[in-house]
């Protein structure tokens, strides 16, 4: 079984930064893309950013210029830098991975179980 814990979340001032990580563990054979999600109340979840095993980024327009994705493989961890943090960036912040386990020929989508980022004064 394969799980993502997430850490780093908190309350931060407008203009302040976080980073977050998140570490995939159990029997795992492979990760392809790993990203992160957040979710405002009474908004639906809404891509963040992603970032292949190659390197490869994708960022959503609000994160552009703020938030950088990077991963460590030899880790299987991924991490979410914000700066710049805005009072519309409070959310719960979900890790997601595309994860192929040991003795699996086909990768299944695993999330974490989110972390809270507050900005507020």
């Known amino acids: 079984q394969v799980q993502l814990v997430e850490s780093g979340g908190g309350l931060v001032q407008p203009g302040g930064s976080l980073r977050l990580s998140c570490a995939a563990s159990?029997?795992?054979?492979?990760?392809?893309?790993m990203g992160w999600y957040r979710q405002a109340p009474g908004k639906e979840r809404e891509l963040v950013a992603t970032i292949t095993a190659g390197g490869n980024t994708n960022y959503a327009a609000s994160a552009k210029g703020r938030f950088t994705i990077s991963r460590d493989n030899a880790k299987n961890t991924v991490y979410l830098q914000m700066n710049s943090l805005k009072p519309e960036d409070t959310a719960v912040y979900y890790c997601n991975a595309r994860v192929r386990p040991r003795a699996s020929v086909t990768f299944v989508e695993v999330w974490g179980q989110g972390t809270q980022v507050t900005v507020s004064s």
């Open positions: 159990g029997s795992i054979s492979s990760i392809s893309v």
